[in-house]
């Protein structure tokens, strides 16, 4: 089976611009994640998507968004970007919640100046 | 609310020795756990869970974990260190009244001299 891929791999952004992240699952998964991963904050947990509900919100403010189309393929888009986004974003998706393992994409590294 | 606390930001260890990197968690409810290692410029792969039954789990790369539940520990072992096995690890926890989110920890660099 192929991978979770994410595009683009990445971005430079400026201030204010907005951003929309994709994210591609393994075939058969229904779950998808987003985290942020800096040096500083560790991996923060942005949001979770199944069947196309978001089902879990980390805190983060309302600028960040995402949703998941019917293929259970996601996106996810930062709104009014800051300097403080700048990060490394990462997918993950899972055949459920719970008890399964997440499988994690490569990531898109997003510069904002 | 769910946390996890890796107290050592690094580990070192000396190539054929014994490793141990440290997680302790917090959960409402039972805990499902979880470790995953990040590679340099690679991204991160699982490597073994606890949900429940025994207490000692086994993963990939000869690596195995030992659920505590009396400590809320869940320290991540390997009876040989291999110079390979420097990565940076995460330990996870979910709990099964919120499964949908995943804690991570703030990962522990492992670096394995020669």
């Known amino acids: 089976k192929a991978g979770v891929t994410q595009t683009p791999r990445y971005l430079i952004k400026t201030r204010g611009q907005q951003v929309t992240l994709s994210c591609s699952p393994i075939s058969g998964h229904r779950s998808v994640s987003w985290y942020q991963q800096t040096p500083g904050q560790g991996l923060q947990f942005l949001f979770e998507y199944f069947s196309e509900t978001q089902r879990n919100k980390g805190n983060f403010p309302g600028r960040f968004s995402g949703r998941q189309f019917s293929n259970s393929r996601s996106e996810m888009n930062v709104s009014t970007l800051e300097l403080g986004d700048s990060a490394l974003y990462l997918c993950?998706?899972?055949?459920?919640?719970?008890?399964?393992?997440?499988?994690f994409g490569p990531g898109t590294r997003l510069t904002v100046t | 609310a769910q946390s996890v606390a890796q107290p050592e930001d690094q580990v070192n260890v000396a190539e054929g020795n014994p490793l141990t990197v440290k997680c302790t968690y917090s959960v409402s409810g039972n805990p499902y756990l979880f470790w995953y290692v990040q590679y340099p410029n690679r991204g991160l792969q699982f490597l073994l869970k606890?949900?429940?039954?025994?207490?000692l789990v086994k993963g990939s790369y000869g690596f195995e974990a030992e659920f505590n539940k009396s400590q809320t520990s869940f320290h991540l072992k390997k009876p040989s260190a291999l110079v390979s096995d420097s990565a940076l690890y995460f330990c996870?926890?979910?709990?099964?009244?919120?499964?949908?989110?995943?804690?991570f920890g703030d990962g522990t660099t492992l670096t394995v001299k020669p």
């Open positions: 996870a926890v979910r709990d099964n009244t919120n499964a949908g989110k995943s804690t």
């Open positions: 606890y949900i429940t039954g025994d207490n």
């Open positions: 993950a998706s899972s055949y459920g919640t719970g008890t399964n393992e997440q499988y």
